[in-house]
């Protein structure tokens, strides 16, 4: 059998996004890439694709790969992210062992290089939906324990039950635009600073992640202003093209909702997601999506419950110390 082990590069997003797909088919996270979506995230300007990739090809086909993400402005642990998988009929080979042993090697080495001689301390994280039984096999032999919790939720749209829109008093609730841009990322910074992992999102990020990303709605995101027009909350929504090519149905992902320290405990956040959603299902969306970390320090999961979110899929994050 002909190996092959190279970095991964943007000619190599056909055979990425086929890949995924036939992952998706198999693992059901409920998680769809066209194309364009895997050279938008090959194109990242902070993954260094030549040293922080690795894709394994057997007889010419791609069958495997492995992200590394530099961690930046690190708060008290230099947590490195990663992306891999294995295609469904390679598993159970060693491949994933390899991917984990190689990923941690490379995060060492950055950790070495920028943050071990400060006292920072590291760590690995992989992660994958809970039902993936090889993962957490994999994740078990291989030194890694589950850290995090995530849930996957969903609220169907044609459901008569949609909370009520209003306003707090002293904000005042407007569509997202352009001008406020600079705004939000300032006000979502603040928001998710006492949050697991989080280190500020820089201009860069903000432009290839959030607002600048094409699955970025901006008819469907939207700000609330306090007295002195500071934005004091925000909710920017996304659309995922591929998920609707291959569902069928098309979604609203709550893809950030936040609402600074000051601001919390006045129904900001609840009065962002009446509007998002009475908004979405005028529009003709089936239905709204998100991703809440189980153990959100601000009762995140409680409002999404209340509002009539149902948990769908749970997502395991899962910690290796890098000592």
């Not at 998706?24 to 050279?39: A, P, S, Y």
């Not at 004091?232 to 950030?256: M, N």
């Not at 153990?295 to 290796?320: C, H, K, S, W």
């Amino acid at each position: 059998m002909n190996v092959t082990l190279k970095p991964l590069g943007a000619a190599d997003a056909r055979d990425l996004t086929r890949l995924r797909r036939e992952i998706e088919h198999v693992d059901m996270t409920g998680t769809h890439e066209d194309e364009t979506d895997v050279l938008h995230e090959l194109a990242d300007p902070k993954l260094n694709l030549a040293r922080n990739t690795t894709g394994v090809w057997q007889d010419g086909r791609l069958v495997a790969y492995a992200m590394v993400y530099e961690p930046e402005n690190v708060r008290d642990i230099a947590r490195f992210g990663t992306a891999a998988a294995v295609h469904p009929a390679r598993r159970r080979r060693g491949i994933g062992e390899h991917l984990t042993g190689w990923m941690r090697t490379r995060a060492r080495e950055i950790w070495a290089e920028h943050h071990r001689g400060a006292g920072v301390p590291g760590e690995l994280l992989i992660d994958g939906v809970a039902t993936n039984e090889g993962l957490a096999a994999l994740a078990e032999r291989t030194g890694f324990k589950p850290c995090r919790y995530w849930f996957s939720m969903g609220h169907e749209l044609r459901a008569r039950d949609l909370p009520t829109p209003g306003t707090p008093d002293g904000l005042r609730l407007v569509p997202f635009h352009r001008a406020l841009d600079e705004a939000t990322r300032d006000a979502h910074n603040d928001a998710f600073r006492d949050h697991w992992s989080f280190t500020e999102t820089d201009r860069t990020d903000w432009e290839t992640w959030f607002t600048g990303d094409r699955s970025f709605r901006a008819g469907l995101s939207a700000l609330l202003l306090d007295a002195d027009d500071r934005v004091a909350a925000y909710l920017l929504a996304d659309e995922y093209v591929a998920d609707g090519a291959a569902t069928g149905l098309r979604a609203c992902a709550i893809g950030h909702l936040g609402t600074r320290p000051a601001h919390r405990g006045r129904g900001a956040a609840r009065a962002l997601l009446a509007h998002t959603l009475a908004r979405a299902g005028r529009q003709g969306y089936d239905r709204a999506e998100l991703v809440v970390d189980a153990a959100n320090p601000t009762g995140a999961l409680g409002l999404y419950r209340r509002v009539g979110f149902v948990t769908e899929r749970e997502f395991i994050t899962y910690a290796q110390p890098l000592d």
